[in-house]
């Protein structure tokens, strides 16, 4: 079945311990990317990346890390994790190509304490 | 930049219900326009898209019409069922970005 596997589901965590959410895709997809959704703000996009070894800013960057090492995995690092970081994450993978659809995760609930 | 407008709601209906959920767009070029659903506690799923003017997209019963002229692509379906209560989200894609552009959101409770 093609989808995109985000884990975990849901994390608590405190503030300032290092984590990493997973993202997988089996499409074989070369566009990947994070977003966050808020109450009131809607979905805003982490990073991105085009391919691999190629990954970019997107509109809410700031304190997030992305690598892109393999074609299929996209992970989300948080290295300094902080309340204001408390967020419904969804990883997306697509064809290139305006034409195209994201196939979305299925969201990773985080709280930050 | 690219934007999308949609109507924030939340919209409440009777079963058997015509539904509408109005979006606008501001795009460079000739963007791609779809509509994701989103069932609580899931993720995002594609519900209907289309590339060009004046294409139609369906599915489930629902659809939009991409109208360059006055740079609209509003969902519609005519009889919702309680299945039907999910947020919806109008996005774009193209113009000149990969990146996929969405509104804020409808919310949609369809009541028995």
Same mark, same amino acid.
């Given at each position: ?31 990947? @990317?994070? !977003?966050?959704?808020?109450?009131? #703000? ?5 990073? $991105? ?37 408390? @967020?419904? !994450?969804?990883?997306?993978?697509? #064809? ?5 659809? $994201? ?11 | ?112």
């Amino acid at each position: 079945e093609a989808q995109v596997t985000q884990n975990p589901r849901y994390l608590i965590t405190v503030t300032g311990k290092k984590l990493t959410v997973t993202c997988s895709q089996n499409m074989n997809h070369e566009y990947m @990317s994070w !977003y966050r959704q808020d109450p009131g #703000l809607g979905l805003r996009q982490i990073y $991105y990346s085009m391919n691999v070894e190629v990954t970019d800013k997107g509109d809410v960057p700031e304190g997030y890390k992305v690598s892109r090492k393999e074609k299929r995995n996209f992970p989300l690092i948080l290295e300094s994790p902080s309340p204001n970081q408390t @967020s419904l !994450y969804f990883c997306a993978s697509s #064809l290139k190509g305006g034409g195209y659809g $994201y196939t979305f995760g299925s969201g990773t609930r985080l709280t930050v304490v | 930049g690219n934007s999308v407008t949609q109507m924030e709601g939340p919209v409440t209906l009777s079963e058997e219900a015509f539904l509408t959920i109005n979006c606008t767009y501001t795009a460079t070029g000739y963007p791609s326009l779809f509509w994701y659903v989103q069932y609580p506690g899931e993720g995002l799923q594609l519900l209907l898209k289309a590339t060009k003017a004046d294409d139609k997209g369906s599915n489930k019963g629902f659809e939009a019409t991409y109208r360059k002229e006055t740079t609209s692509f509003h969902l519609e379906k005519g009889s919702v069922q309680v299945s039907d209560s999910a947020v919806y989200f109008c996005a774009l894609r193209g113009g000149g970005s990969e990146k996929l552009v969405f509104g804020k959101g409808t919310k949609l409770t369809v009541n028995p």
